[in-house]
């Protein structure tokens, strides 16, 4: 089972997971929506996480740029 965080103020994002084992971190939209993006270490993660990161930057910087697509759980 997938353990959601929810984010507390990004207007990107509301939710985010990491799955270690497939380096995949996941992504929920505010419109529901859930993206993965493949090929993120734990490092990756931890950036993305970062307290003073921005998600929504984060995500068109780094995440963008990873294999991606619609997460179907």
Same mark, same amino acid.
């Given at each position: 089972m997938i353990e959601w965080i929810v984010v507390e103020g990004s207007r990107r994002i #509301? $939710?985010?997971a990491f799955i270690p084992d497939a380096e995949t971190i996941l992504v %929920?939209? @505010?419109d529901g929506v859930e993206w993965a993006? *493949? $090929?993120c270490t %734990? $490092? #990756?993660w931890e950036e993305?996480? *970062?307290p003073d990161q921005s998600r929504g930057k984060y995500i068109a910087q780094v995440l963008d $740029?990873? @294999?991606n697509g619609r997460w179907n759980g």
């Amino acid at each position: 089972m997938i353990e959601w965080i929810v984010v507390e103020g990004s207007r990107r994002i #509301v $939710a985010e997971a990491f799955i270690p084992d497939a380096e995949t971190i996941l992504v %929920r939209f @505010p419109d529901g929506v859930e993206w993965a993006y *493949s $090929a993120c270490t %734990r $490092a #990756v993660w931890e950036e993305f996480t *970062s307290p003073d990161q921005s998600r929504g930057k984060y995500i068109a910087q780094v995440l963008d $740029a990873k @294999p991606n697509g619609r997460w179907n759980g």
